[in-house]
């Protein structure tokens, strides 16, 4: 191998890192001045869904485990730290390749700034201005901390900016995760979920939820399922549910509220080409998630977020996406609306192409 071929570690975490470090690694491996390795902190430890998320996006075993498990942010973002660290010392990397706003991402990006080595950061610049928010902490130190920050919207390159980021920094080259929804939509199609939980066609709404502010807060979470009640009696609703937001309900008094729902099909956690399937086909989605205000952008499905804020905002500025936060009244006018067929409009942003991948890797290999 040259010495000019950079050794780059690409880190995922968590399972919204996959989608945008696949298409990048795929197209890392094809380069011939390019030398990457993928590693996996294990920061989400079902290695159950890991697996069927890897299998799904066609991704390699990883190069490297880190097997963290879960905790709490600090203990979290130290192990990964500790055994990121002895990592780098074996490898010594040219580059390390971060995507989104994990505690992988920023646990990795401490560890390689007090190394010396280039971080690179994928999906740079999004900014809620909730800093109740982990995320936001951790997308604004990793962005102070990179070398080259890859961004998705011009609204992300202005918000670098004016946090004194140097402009040639900065290469706004679009959306990864779209690049991975446009390559699999098609094998999505094959998936029989809709013959399984016994579905038709924009005959239901799909729901996921999982953030602190909605699941860990027994009121907003209340909210939303009075909000879901009433909605419940005009569509089924899909509700692929995670552990920690079953132990919620529980631990809440919520489940009787929650089997009270006659509509309500309830299902584990889904693999990504089953889940592009569901929400292709949805009436719309409810969320708290950050990535699916995206995807639902793309497919042109209607996306009410579950959130008073986003980072994404260009979703809602250009594409399918309203903000209800978790005020029923708001959450049932405006589903009320797409039932009546008086859902909003939207287009694809710039650059959500598909081709995201290949402005980064050809800008890497420069």
Not at 90 to 103: A, H, I, S, T
Not at 266 to 288: H, I, W
């Given at each position: 191998m040259s010495n000019s071929v950079k050794k780059i570690i690409n880190v995922v975490g968590a399972r919204p890192n996959f989608m945008k470090v696949a298409p990048i690694f795929a197209l890392m491996k094809q380069s011939t001045e390019i030398d990457p390795i993928l590693l996996h902190t294990g920061q989400h430890y079902d290695d159950a869904m890991s697996k069927a998320f890897f299998i799904d996006l066609n991704m390699p075993e990883p190069d490297i485990y880190l097997k963290v498990g879960s905790g709490s942010h600090a203990k979290q973002t130290a192990r990964i730290m500790a055994r990121f660290e002895d990592v780098v010392?074996?490898?010594?990397?040219?580059?390390?390749?971060?995507?989104?706003?994990?505690?992988?991402?920023?646990?990795?990006?401490?560890?390689?700034?007090?190394?010396?080595?280039?971080?690179?950061?994928?999906?740079?610049?999004?900014?809620?201005?909730?800093?109740?928010?982990?995320?936001?902490?951790?997308?604004?130190?990793?962005?102070?901390?990179?070398?080259?920050?890859?961004?998705?919207?011009?609204?992300?390159n202005a918000n670098l900016i004016k946090e004194g980021i140097p402009e040639e920094k900065i290469h706004f080259v679009g959306n990864v995760m779209i690049d991975t929804l446009l390559q699999h939509k098609k094998k999505a199609e094959e998936s029989s979920i809709l013959n399984k939980l016994g579905l038709d066609n924009k005959d239901y709404a799909a729901i996921t939820l999982h953030r602190p502010s909605n699941v860990d807060n027994r009121d907003n979470l209340a909210a939303i399922f009075k909000a879901l009640k009433e909605l419940s009696k005009h569509i089924g609703i899909v509700f692929p549910i995670h552990l920690r937001t079953v132990e919620n309900i529980k631990k809440y008094g919520l489940s009787d509220e929650m089997r009270s729902l006659k509509n309500l099909i309830?299902?584990?956690?889904?693999?990504?080409?089953?889940?592009?399937?569901?929400?292709?086909?949805?009436?719309?989605?409810?969320?708290?998630?950050?990535?699916?205000?995206e995807e639902t952008t793309v497919l042109g499905v209607p996306c009410l977020t579950l959130r008073v804020n986003t980072e994404r905002p260009i979703t809602a500025l250009e594409g399918t996406n309203t903000l209800v936060g978790n005020n029923t009244e708001t959450i049932i006018n405006e589903s009320l609306k797409i039932l009546n067929e008086e859902a909003k409009g939207g287009r694809v942003p710039t650059f959500w192409d598909g081709k995201a991948a290949e402005r980064i890797v050809n800008i890497l290999e420069k």
């Open positions: 010392e074996n490898e010594r990397p040219d580059m390390v390749l971060l995507v989104g706003d994990v505690n992988s991402t920023i646990a990795c990006s401490l560890v390689a700034a007090k190394m010396n080595v280039s971080i690179i950061h994928v999906e740079a610049g999004l900014r809620s201005l909730d800093w109740s928010m982990p995320e936001e902490i951790n997308r604004i130190v990793t962005d102070s901390l990179s070398d080259i920050l890859f961004t998705t919207c011009k609204s992300a309830t299902t584990a956690p889904m693999g990504y080409l089953d889940f592009l399937k569901l929400v292709s086909n949805s009436k719309f989605v409810l969320t708290d998630s950050g990535g699916l205000q």
